[in-house]
């Protein structure tokens, strides 16, 4: 049986992921595999960070082999590769709606919780959907409605949107993460000791996204407090809790729970490759020629323009991508890339780049001396003169500059990446466990 919520935090406090920590600690239901933490349109308003939702696979007891996937308070949880018994669905939506009312922000007007328990998934263009566009409550109601699916709705209940596309993921492609928790706030760690732990998190195989040394950025800690004390990201989820039980113990932390989730972030599953058509908060890799050079408005942001199948399409890199810019900048008319990015307000927020070609840049100078050799010196429109005998020439020469961009892979820095994409330099694996 599956479980899945969404929806129940705010910027004030609370992570939806810790709920499937307590959860997990408080009933007493056979984990199969993995619980799922999976991201979903990182361009829709509702969220609160990441949009993130949750789902787990349950059954009443569990065979083969078992793992450890984390802990709380001290007493392992485990999962095993295959659930026996079937819970009874309105038992495990009784227990995650406590939960769920116990814990959530409800007083918040954007916490709008929804809990969803179904015995299969829902088909998986409904989480293509949830990734690519944005899917109104009705819609989501009616599919699950039509899949026989157990839901609840708290407050308005857009929650259900999230967790029916966390049921529908079809796993095509994971990582993991690793995240420990202390509730209701993870534990005040000083800059300098997060960078510090931050090196020590990249040490793990796999390991992704966990420091940016440019912007002294530790990018395995939350940006706000919440439970959250860090979360270590992986291609690899053997030896993770092992390692993150190392982490905690070379620095002193002491976090209350930590579970060890499957996850769809560093996937680029969000991305439409070569779409026919570009709509309003999807994202997308499409591969063109610049047609107009960049440049910059107030605030930093650039801009370009990319002829992409014969239509012209805005292409941005915006302040938060720092360092990126100055690879964007250095396009010119003629270039062929490929970027990834979200198409909002009319523009591709690029995240990545591939530079594929680059395109040969001339500026006009005076030509030299036929008789001397000399550099001319300019004298009015197509009038050129040479200092040393005074001789005359029309036409400028055109010399070929030397480009500060070379063809290659260009990731944004670090600090500035989306949970959902995947760096160039990381290959994610297919499943086996699941
Ligand atoms: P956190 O990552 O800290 O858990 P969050 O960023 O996931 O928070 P939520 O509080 O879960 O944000 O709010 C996101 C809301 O948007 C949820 O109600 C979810 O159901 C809804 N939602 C997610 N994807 C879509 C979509 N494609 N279309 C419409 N609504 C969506």
């Given at each position: 049986m599956y479980l899945a919520f969404d929806d129940t935090d705010s910027r004030r406090g609370m992570c939806t992921t810790y709920l499937m920590a307590k959860f997990l600690q408080e009933t007493g239901f056979a984990v199969k595999g993995f619980p799922r933490l999976v991201r979903l349109n990182?361009?829709?308003?509702?969220?609160?960070?990441?949009n993130g939702a949750l789902c787990v696979k349950l059954g009443i007891h569990g065979s083969g082999t078992r793992n450890v996937i984390g802990s709380f308070n001290g007493h392992s949880i485990y999962s095993y590769e295959n659930v026996e018994e079937i819970p009874d669905s309105c038992v495990l939506m009784k227990e995650a709606v406590a939960l769920v009312q116990e814990?959530?922000?409800?007083?918040?007007?954007s916490t709008n919780p929804g809990v969803v328990v179904m015995e299969s998934p829902l088909p998986s263009d409904f989480y293509s959907k949830a990734l690519s566009g944005e899917i109104a409550i009705e819609e989501a109601e009616m599919k699950l409605r039509d899949a026989g699916a157990n839901f609840v709705k708290i407050k308005?209940?857009?929650?259900i949107i999230g967790s029916a596309a966390a049921i529908s993921w079809p796993m095509n492609s994971v990582t993991y993460e690793c995240i420990a928790y202390r509730y209701p706030r993870g534990e005040s760690i000083s800059h300098e000791r997060k960078i510090e732990i931050a090196e020590f998190a990249?040490?793990?195989?796999?390991?992704?996204?966990?420091?940016?040394r440019d912007n002294d950025y530790?990018?395995?800690?939350?940006?706000?407090?919440?439970?959250?004390i860090y979360g270590l990201r992986s291609r690899?989820?053997?030896?993770l809790i092992n390692f993150s039980n190392e982490l905690d113990e070379a620095f002193g932390i002491l976090p209350e729970s930590k579970i060890l989730y499957v996850t769809?972030?560093?996937?680029?599953?969000?991305i439409v490759a070569d779409p026919q058509s570009i709509r309003e908060l999807g994202s997308y890799s499409v591969q063109g020629r610049i047609m107009e050079n960049p440049e910059v408005i107030q605030g930093g942001h650039y801009f370009a323009t990319l002829l992409y199948m014969g239509s012209a399409i805005r292409i941005a890199a915006f302040e938060p991508t720092k360092s990126f810019r100055r690879i964007f900048s250095s396009l010119r008319i003629g270039d062929v890339v490929r970027v990834y990015g979200s198409y909002v307000n009319g523009s591709l927020h690029v995240e990545k780049m591939q530079v594929l070609d680059l395109s040969k840049q001339f500026i006009r100078s005076p030509p030299l001396c036929s008789r001397c050799g000399k550099r001319m010196h300019t004298r009015g429109m197509n009038d050129f003169r040479c200092p040393s005998c005074g001789a005359k020439a029309k036409h400028p020469d055109y010399v070929e500059v030397e480009r500060k961009l070379s063809p290659g892979l260009y990731d944004v820095p670090v600090m500035s990446r989306r949970h959902l994409s995947r760096p160039f330099d990381i290959e994610t694996e297919r499943t086996v466990y699941q």
């Open positions: 990182p361009n829709i308003s509702y969220k609160t960070r990441g814990y959530a922000e409800l007083n918040e007007d308005n209940g857009r929650g990249n040490t793990f195989p796999g390991t992704f996204n966990n420091i940016d530790a990018a395995i800690f939350p940006k706000e407090r919440t439970p959250v690899f989820h053997e030896g769809n972030q560093g996937t680029d599953d969000h």
